[in-house]
């Protein structure tokens, strides 16, 4: 009786273990990311000067012997909204520097900070970071116009990523992303003074021993508050009286400034 | 220590979106203002170009450097008002001109945005007009003080002498301004300076008190009450078309250089007041010209970076 059981559950059992392999197969990869933002809405109020942000991760279901060898890297971006941005050339005409050039990007991140856990080139290889459109050198930026001259693009394009940097929107920080334990990360991004306002998003790529594993992301709303967003709106939507009231301020402020320093 | 500081006294601007020291600001626009009290101009000249210097975008320099116009003139005027130096007709007259040429300055102003010479056009403008006018005045005001000081008298009025301008047709009596000449010159002046003040974000005190002076032979004392008098009408006409047109007033920058500019344009009178005409015009040339030279090293000296960008693509 207890043998015939053990023979009926024996293929049950095959068929679970062969299941389990062909599962691995299709998913190689066990290892999970989650990430959160210590905030998902930042404000900007009057006395902003920039923020810090922070994104902390964790990794779950990793193998603890790739975990040993530190065979695990985490690449965190916080990416701006997409906005088109055009690059312009001064060349000298007749003495004077004249823009003459340009070229229309669209869909260009308006704000981009990379952070990793290690430098670089140790993380993975350049064909990996180019396929995936990681770090600023493979940001994938395209001319609106398809038919542009491909040495224009490549000029313009370096042009627009110096630009960012040299602006402090697009930022790049090996050593960014600490492991807080063997399966919690976090990442630190500092929000410029000039950070632009509207939708960004935080995402996490995970690496195994230099093979991209896994993507995630999050949201975070970076907005105006309070008199800022009013003033802004009420410049946008109800323009005449904005400008109405731009022009009675002035007028008090010059009535007001003579009676309190007039001397005649 | 800089970030400390810049930390403690930061603002953030809604409409130019950036966060900057209002300390600069405050001292920015008091420097203008002592300027501007001291000459009876405006100081839009001034300020336009200094906050393109601060990285203010330009459409955002020039449209609040015309609502920030509004305050110091405003309050110019009203002094030259109750000392009764300001010819309200020949203000109205030189309004006129000026609304026409303001407006359609404004759509200038937004097809060369478009085109993406709107910099380059104002810095010509600017050196332009800045070069000339402080050219002109600086090499009369120099025979003035000579004249002077050889004993002669330096007043620019000298009777009987008229130019083409006195033989156009179509005159009109200014009373307050003793003087009777052609509407034309008058409403053309007016134009002039209304489509300069709405690219170049500027009241044209700067042109309009040569231009009386030189041109139309008004006297300096009712020159600069009447001037102020018709910047502020215009300002005022600028900054409502900004607004509506482009959106790029920033009162929140405008009020804080008006609070500094407003102090600063006081005492500036005060020590005007303390000089004699030539020697307050010869000093006037010479800062127009010095912001002119200033502008035109940006133009013909290489940039340090050929590269630039626009973000949101106008």
């Known amino acids: 009786m207890r043998l015939a059981a053990t023979a009926m559950a024996m293929p049950l059992l095959l068929l679970l273990l062969a299941g389990g392999a062909l599962a691995q197969l299709a998913d190689a990869a066990p290892e999970d990311i989650e990430i959160g933002l210590s905030t998902d809405t930042v404000f900007i109020t009057s006395d902003f000067r920039g923020a810090n942000l922070t994104i902390f991760g964790a990794l779950d279901d990793a193998d603890p012997l790739i975990q040993r060898q530190g065979g695990y890297d985490i690449v965190a971006v916080l990416e701006g909204p997409r906005r088109t941005i055009v690059v312009r050339k001064k060349t000298r005409v007749l003495g004077v520097w004249i823009n003459t050039r340009s070229m229309v990007f669209t869909d260009v991140p308006a704000s981009y900070s990379i952070a990793m856990t290690r430098q670089p080139q140790d993380i993975t290889d350049t064909p990996s970071y180019q396929r995936l459109g990681l770090r600023i050198p493979y940001l994938n930026l395209r001319p609106l116009a398809a038919d542009a001259d491909p040495q224009a693009v490549e000029e313009f394009t370096t042009a627009l990523r110096n630009r960012m940097e040299e602006s402090g929107l697009y930022t790049e920080l090996a050593g960014g992303v600490q492991f807080l334990s063997r399966s919690l990360f976090r990442a630190t991004f500092h929000l410029a003074p000039n950070v632009p306002v509207g939708t960004h998003r935080a995402r996490a790529f995970l690496f195994r021993n230099g093979v991209f594993v896994k993507e995630t992301s999050a949201a975070l709303t970076i907005r105006k508050a309070g008199a800022e967003q009013r003033l802004f709106e009420f410049a946008h939507q109800q323009s005449l009286a904005y400008g109405l009231l731009a022009v009675l301020l002035a007028m008090i402020t010059g009535w007001l400034g003579r009676l309190i320093f007039k001397r005649d | ?314």
Do not use: C
Request: no cysteine.
């Open chain 2, 1 to 314: 220590m800089h970030n400390l500081l810049v930390s403690r006294v930061g603002i953030y601007l809604p409409i130019a979106e950036m966060s900057v020291n209002m300390v600069i600001l405050l001292a920015m626009g008091g420097a203008v203002g002592f300027l501007s009290g001291m000459f009876g101009v405006g100081g839009g000249f001034l300020i336009t170009p200094l906050l393109i210097f601060y990285n203010i975008p330009p459409a955002i320099a020039v449209a609040t450097g015309a609502n920030q116009v509004i305050a110091s003139s405003f309050s110019g005027a009203l002094a030259h008002f109750k000392r009764g130096s300001l010819d309200v007709k020949l203000g109205l007259v030189l309004l006129l001109g000026g609304l026409v040429g303001s407006s359609l300055g404004i759509y200038v102003f937004a097809y060369l945005r478009r085109l993406g010479q709107l910099d380059l056009i104002v810095s010509v403008l600017y050196v332009g007009f800045l070069g000339s006018v402080g050219g002109l005045m600086l090499v009369e005001s120099v025979r003035a003080i000579r004249r002077s000081r050889n004993g002669g008298t330096a007043d620019l009025r000298h009777s009987g002498q008229h130019n083409w301008i006195h033989r156009l047709p179509l005159k009109m009596r200014f009373r307050a301004s003793k003087l009777f000449v052609s509407v034309i010159p008058v409403l053309g002046i007016g134009a002039l300076i209304g489509f300069l003040a709405s690219i170049m974000g500027v009241g044209g005190g700067f042109i309009m008190v040569p231009a009386l002076i030189y041109l139309l032979k008004v006297p300096t004392n009712v020159v600069i009450g009447t001037s102020l008098f018709q910047i502020v009408f215009v300002a005022a006409f600028t900054t409502i078309i900004h607004s509506t047109a482009n959106q790029t007033v920033d009162i929140v920058l405008a009020f804080i250089l008006m609070l500094g500019g407003v102090a600063g344009a006081q005492y500036g009178a005060r020590v005007g007041q303390k000089l004699r005409g030539e020697q307050l015009r010869a000093l006037l040339a010479l800062l127009v010209l010095a912001v002119a030279l200033r502008l035109a090293f940006d133009l013909f000296v290489r940039p340090s970076n050929v590269y630039s960008l626009v973000i949101g693509g106008i």
